[in-house]
């Protein structure tokens, strides 16, 4: 069982894609149970895989390796050390809690959860492929569906937002492609595995100087790094809630992933040389995020500009464990939890935001007042995930933070200086929402408001990602023993 577990958890989203494409379009709620049962399965999955990681050994784990096409020595090969089994994780749980969501869809609900599934498809596939060319393949998979689900089912400029989306991606694999048959050709090992590619030792040092800046910059796009970050809010805003929880909570961590994974694991001296240039413009965006959330009155591009600062924290993070050094582990754990903690709390953020907009239509934070007091569990959901986003002891954000400021402080003093700095900004754009939207006097325009309800679908996705930000929390070893045992056996 053991040897396909990772094979079976990609055929969960693939099973939900081929039941919605063969159920008849009007059987809604048949599509939903389909998907949320898949989406379930892929959780159960997840748990298993956690489970049966042997963390005293660490490296890759659970190795299937099978020719796609030989002639090329393309193989679909899947394993997974610590980041994958984590990020495997992030992407069951956004997935399940994503549907749910969606539970009350009625807009061609049919080629909505077959483009959701797709891009699933592709995410768990990245997380756990060890194949260039299958990597990439599983990459593009999870890219190219967000234009649909943005165009058709968006709102707010939704194709011009898709439009852009879609450009700015393809950017980056045009960045990404030339640089992956560098890897190819130079390595000259006959085939595509990147664990076999970083032990030849073919690389020469000035080659690695010039083709890293083409990964770390091409994936870099799709994790939001500044200054190529603008897709990112505005794809955000225009997408539906789901499509949100996926883009924030999941899609943007295929481009850090892919930057540790691929251009850091291959080309170490590349990443060592660039590594406090990347750090600086990490710093930025950790900043420029935050500064620019605090000015915005549309809860998703509070959300959205939030996220680039997040992320900009995970890329400081990779940046110090790049150059090395006693910082070096503590970077490296902090930027895979903050991955995990930030898809998490975004996915909690978006769903909430979500449930508020179904019924209002409206996004405008100046528009609401005393929403605690309207809707009192929908606001705690929204209080929490902001409480999280502010690194509050108890939820997990707060460990992965505390590991790369520390980290930061003692690589780059000045850059993580000014990275805490950022959490000024932060606190500010936090409270400046709960005191106009959450607190204060309320609006009489929705005084219709529902709350959810106790018994309803919709608490089950809320519930389950505020446990899992509460567990991870209070426990942090749990993630963290997983991650630092696990990548550095795998390095």
């Known amino acids: 069982m053991t040897s396909s577990l990772l094979t079976m958890m990609l055929l969960c989203p693939v099973v939900a894609l081929v039941a919605t494409l063969l159920l008849p379009g009007r059987h809604h709620k048949a599509i939903k149970i389909v998907n949320a049962l898949c989406g379930f399965a892929s959780v159960v999955l997840a748990i298993v895989v956690w489970m049966q990681y042997d963390r005293s050994a660490g490296g890759y784990q659970m190795l299937e390796d099978y020719p796609w096409v030989p002639t090329l020595g393309i ?22 809690t994503g549907v749910l969501s969606m539970w009350s869809l009625e807009k061609r609900v049919k080629e909505y959860f077959a483009f959701m599934a797709a891009l699933v498809i592709g995410v768990f596939g990245v997380f756990i492929s060890l194949d260039l060319v299958s990597f990439f393949f599983f990459y593009e998979v999870a890219v190219l569906p967000m234009y649909p689900l943005i165009a058709i089912w968006g709102s707010t400029r939704k194709e011009y937002s898709a439009m852009k989306l879609t450009i700015y991606l393809m950017a980056g694999s045009a960045l ?12 000259g090992i006959g085939n595509w595995n990147i664990v076999q590619l970083a032990a030849s030792g073919n690389f020469e040092r000035e080659f690695q100087i010039f083709i890293y800046p083409f990964l770390y910059i091409g994936f870099g796009i799709l994790a939001g790094m500044f200054p190529f970050h603008s897709w990112s809010p505005t794809g955000h805003v225009a997408a539906p809630t789901a499509v949100s929880m996926l883009h924030a909570g999941v899609l943007m961590k295929l481009g850090a992933f892919g930057i540790f994974r691929v251009a850091m694991t291959i080309l170490p001296e590349g990443a060592a040389y660039w590594a406090p240039s990347f ?24 959300i959205g500009f939030s996220s680039v600062s997040h992320m900009g924290i995970v890329l400081l993070g ?22 995990f903690a930030h898809g998490i709390m975004t996915a909690l953020f978006f769903s909430s935001v979500g449930f508020i907009y179904d019924q209002t239509h409206d996004r405008d934070i100046r528009h609401f007042g005393g929403l605690v007091s309207q809707v009192p569990l929908a606001g705690s959901f929204f209080i929490m ?7 509050v002891p108890g939820f997990a954000s707060f460990w992965a933070e505390l590991l790369v400021f520390i980290a930061a402080i003692k690589t780059f003093p000045v850059l993580g200086v000014f990275a805490i700095a950022g959490l000024v900004f932060t606190a500010a754009y936090v409270l400046r929402v709960f005191g106009k939207a959450m607190f204060g006097p ?6 219709k408001l529902v709350d959810i309800r106790v018994k309803s679908v919709a608490i089950w996705p809320r519930a389950i990602l505020v446990g899992v930000l509460l567990l991870f929390g209070f426990y942090p070893s749990l993630i963290l023993d997983m991650i630092r045992t696990a990548v550095a056996g795998g390095q």
């Open 75 to 96: 193989h679909y090969t899947v394993a997974v050390d610590g980041a994958g089994v984590v990020l495997s994780m992030l992407t069951a749980l956004v997935f399940f």
């Open 176 to 187: 990404l492609f030339p640089g992956l048959i560098a890897l190819y050709t130079h390595g």
């Open 279 to 302: 750090a600086l413009f990490a710093t930025i965006g950790i900043v420029y995020g935050a500064f620019v959330a605090m000015r915005q009155n549309d809860f998703k591009y509070v």
């Open 318 to 339: 990779l940046n110090i464990w790049a150059a090395g050094g006693d910082a070096a582990q503590a970077g490296l754990d902090g930027a895979i939890f903050q991955m």
């Open 385 to 391: 995930a902001a409480m999280c986003g502010m690194g």
């Open 442 to 447: 309320r609006n009489p325009d929705w005084e």
